[in-house]
Nanobody, 123 residues
Framework: QLQLVESGGGLVQPGGSLRLSCAAS????????IAWFRQVPGKEREGVSCISSRGIITKYVDSVKGRFTISRDNAKNTVYLQMNSLKPEDTAEYYC????????????????WGKGTLVTVSS
């Protein structure tokens, strides 16, 4: 069964950190660009960050630049999103997704989606 599973979400105080993980099973991530999205109820899903299949290209939405870092360990079939200096406005369900792509990364045309992990930033 091909699937992506997110983990690492939780409740954190403003200014705190979390590291999200996205683990793939049933397929190898080596040929896939990975993107993290987030969604708040009543709002559109937002692309947060993405990374190319070999990790050469990374992109971030302006609101998280300098605070979030995306990385991947293809040997572990896992992609990470390190989130620092968290703000209440980062509160959302976070999803990872995969697109079979050999170069760059984008926030569309995704082939697989995880079920999400909830991040709550609150004092």
């Amino acid at each position: 069964q091909l699937q992506l599973v997110e983990s690492g979400g939780g409740l954190v105080q403003p200014g705190g950190s979390l590291r999200l993980s996205c683990a793939a099973s049933g397929f190898a991530l080596d040929d896939y660009a990975i993107a993290w999205f987030r969604q708040v109820p009543g709002k559109e899903r937002e692309g947060v960050s993405c990374i190319s299949s070999r990790g050469i290209i990374t992109k971030y939405v302006d609101s998280v630049k300098g605070r979030f870092t995306i990385s991947r360990d293809n040997a572990k079939n896992t992609v990470y999103l390190q989130m620092n200096s968290l703000k209440p406005e980062d509160t959302a369900e976070y999803y990872c997704s995969a697109e079979r792509r050999g170069y760059s990364c984008y926030y569309s045309g995704m082939d697989y989606w995880g079920k999400g992990t909830l991040v709550t930033v609150s004092s």
